[in-house]
């Protein structure tokens, strides 16, 4: 009996690049609907992707693509750098959201005004995962950190930061969504986000952003299980899911 | 010709750095060696410019000196920052439409021309910075007032129209500052 | 090709121009604005990138970016916006990106002035940043030089893989004078087996600056400064002035040299035999060439616009050949010619005084 292959490993993925991240962490599945997708658009040859601080940092461990470093926060600027150098490549950057929303917000915001043609994918694990679990821009109110260790308080800190719906303000911004991976279904949507940024992109709409609520569940002393009801129960309540921007979807209205 | 170093000043807006431009250019189109450097404050207008400029056949080293051979005061502010640079023996052309001060050196001579005044009677509108340019020139013999028109004529093409259509003011402004001081119709 | 009057900020755009850079990204300061004004009007028209960047954060990092392909690229800033880029800088040196930076100096520190200044020779020199690295950097002292050196710029930061920042001061860069710019005279390497432009037929590769197995750093480390060591004996270079037989050796990088240059020809035609050694290359700083020549001399005098920083690398350099004097002005204030001439005066009477005691 001849035998039917359903899944492939992606080419875009490094042969030997095993995933180094924490159970229950979101940033593998967001790695692979990447590679998936870098497949599917042919894109390996023509790919460069830009790293970034935290735990989205080794992305010449696990993709066999050109990779750039980027300092905490400048991935955009460096992604900048190399799509204004080498138009018809395809440029992406991989950020956290300490780094894209909390130290890199303002290259964030100006690379979306400029309407870069790059995609930028945004973990958002509502802290600095890699360092040890501090609060981020984006981490809840009430949510414990080893520098919120009581909570965050608004009146000390002030209020999450809402990545996706300030992006999807910027003029630039061509597509801007904020996904989860928290089952079967959200992570199918998440790859169509994903691949709806990069079309962005590759059809010379401008800047593409997705954010993705993602699990942490080392730094939420949660159990993977937990972590991701954690996100449908209280993080989805505060960063809400949905398409902020498609300008498409405006240019058929 | 004799090495000559010369600081133009006044408040920004009477074009003391353009002048020093001016000067630079036509050195440069009689094949000599010149440096212009400027100095201003942060106000984009009516603050205190000046420039200083070198003319010399040989290659300049320093474009910073320490006394000038002459001192162009386009106000009486300038007149008075400027008045100790002069060295002995050389002179300052001021612009006595606008300072009345007194002078205070006996070892340097002074031109004084009201300026503004003098103005009038040109083609409106008439540059004070480029008739003191023309005094200027005519005194110390380092160019040749023709290098300067040549310099007018080829920094007209690189302007706006506007700017070059005031080419014709630009060049009686100058040879009637060379006047003045031929004429000898000033208070020396 | 004939001189033609430039201002020095406008002459370091124009020979970017000609060296064929790319790409310009900057964040406007003074006293160095006219090169971005300069690029933003010439770059866009020939179909080349220009971005006025969020900050200079965000500049140096672009130039990064285009780094990373192998263009060539340049940012431009002053003191406090250099300050900035320190960490990109230090980022650069170690993932090997070329990139040129223009350091136009003004007062400091904090926001200081919009006086010139050489304030930031360590920052330029030492590096502000972090870790063990070299920044190449090169000083120019009149608007012809600025535009040689900015074509060295590029050619050395492509040929080392290394950021090379132009020092100059606000002097230099708001002054004119007559300069030829002539054409970019090197041929520039091959970029094409280290280049990002996507793993086409080949490996993927990766231009980063964490190394985190263990003894990997290390070992990138050793390696870079072997090519510091080559780059020292390959492109150091200096300008000696009437060194042959000077008792009293003046040192003075920048526009500095060439105030110095007019004091030493005053001395000079007062019988004082007095020179100027002026390093083109601050890294490489000229050491050997240096110490060669204070092993002739009596005295070397440092002469600086700050309050002694590559006084640091002259009396190294000399060391103990003979003694070091330093004389400077700092926070805008300038140097003329008979202020150093006085310098000299006194020194050059102090150091015969010295040998008809020892006789």
Redesign the interface.
Known sequence: MAETLVYKRPESLLKDGHFTFCPGCGHGVVLKIIAELIDEFNLQKDTIAISSVGCSIFLEKFFNLDVAGASHGRSPCVATGVKRCKPDKFVFTYQGDGDAATIGFNETIHTACRGEHISMIMINNTNFGMTGGQASATTLVGQVTTTTPKGRKAELTGYPLHAAEIVAKCDGTAYCARVAITDSKNIRQAKAAIKKAFEAQLNGLGFGFVEVLAACPTNWHMTPVESVKHIEEVTEKIHCLGVFKDVTVQEKV | MKDVSVIISGFGGQGALFAG?LL??AA?VEGK??????SYG?EMRGGAVNCCVNISDKE???????TVDVVIALNDASQKKFENKVKKGGFMILNSSLSHIPTTRNDISYIKLPLNDLAQKLLQPAFINVMALGAFIEKTSALKLESVIESMKEMSKTVSAKKAALLPNNIESLNFGAELIRNQAVVV | MA???VKGNEAIAQAAINAGCQCYFGYPI?PQSEIGEYMGAHLPEMGRNFITAESELASINMVIGAGTTGTKAMTSSSSCGIALMQEAISAMCCAEVPGVIVSVMRGGPGLGN?APAQGDYFQAVKGGGNGDYKTIVLSPSTVQEAIDLTYRAFYLSLKYRNPVMLLADG?LG?????ADFGEYPYKDPDVSTWALNGADNRPARNIVSLHMPEGELEQLSNRIFEKYEKIKKEETTYEGFMLEDAKLVLTAFG?VG??????V?KARGEGMKVGLFRPVTLFPFPEKQLNDVAKNADMVLDLELNQGQMLLDVRSSVFGACPVEFYGRSGGG??????IFEKVKELYAAINKTKVGVK
Do not use: G, N, Y
């Open positions: 431009i630079c250019h440069v060696h010149t440096t212009w450097f400027p942060a300049i080293p320093s474009p910073v000196v320490d | 001189k033609v009057l003074t919009i002097l708001q002054m004119m004078e007559p526009t060439r105030i110095a240059k007019s004091a020809l300038m140097l003329t010619p008979d202020m």
